[in-house]
């Protein structure tokens, strides 16, 4: 079984930045792929972004291309998001996922393990 605990959500204005972090533990981490997931209200869960295994590969959502950048330190069992140049659609709750995987994932279904979010609110 793997915990996440994710953490940095808030509140800030547009064009201002927020860092995930998204803190994993019963299981080693390395051998898991990991993503980042939003939901807004009223909608689905979709992917934001994902990182493979050792970090050599990794997913972004055409939303956030060039804004958000993910990472991972294997040996501090983390996985973070950094989000820059924030936009009020981006607001939403933010899950952390981990995927008994090597590889990327890129549906909600594809992963085993979830964290239980963090509200990212972005004003206009």
């Known amino acids: 079984q793997v915990q996440l605990v994710e953490s940095g959500g808030g509140l800030v204005q547009a064009g201002g930045s927020l860092r995930l972090s998204c803190a994993a533990s019963g299981r080693t981490f390395s051998s898991l792929a990991m993503g980042w997931f939003r939901q807004a209200p009223g909608k689905e869960r979709h992917i934001v972004s994902a990182i493979n295994w050792d970090g050599g590969s990794y997913y972004y959502a055409d939303s956030v291309k060039g804004r958000f950048t993910i990472s991972r330190d294997n040996g501090k069992n983390t996985v973070y998001l950094q989000m820059n140049s924030l936009k009020p659609e981006d607001t939403g709750v933010y899950y952390c996922?981990?995927?008994?995987?090597?590889?990327?994932?890129?549906?909600?279904?594809?992963?085993?393990?979830w964290g239980q979010g963090t509200q990212v609110t972005v004003s206009s």
């Open positions: 996922a981990g995927r008994i995987n090597y590889g990327l994932g890129f549906r909600a279904g594809e992963y085993n393990y």
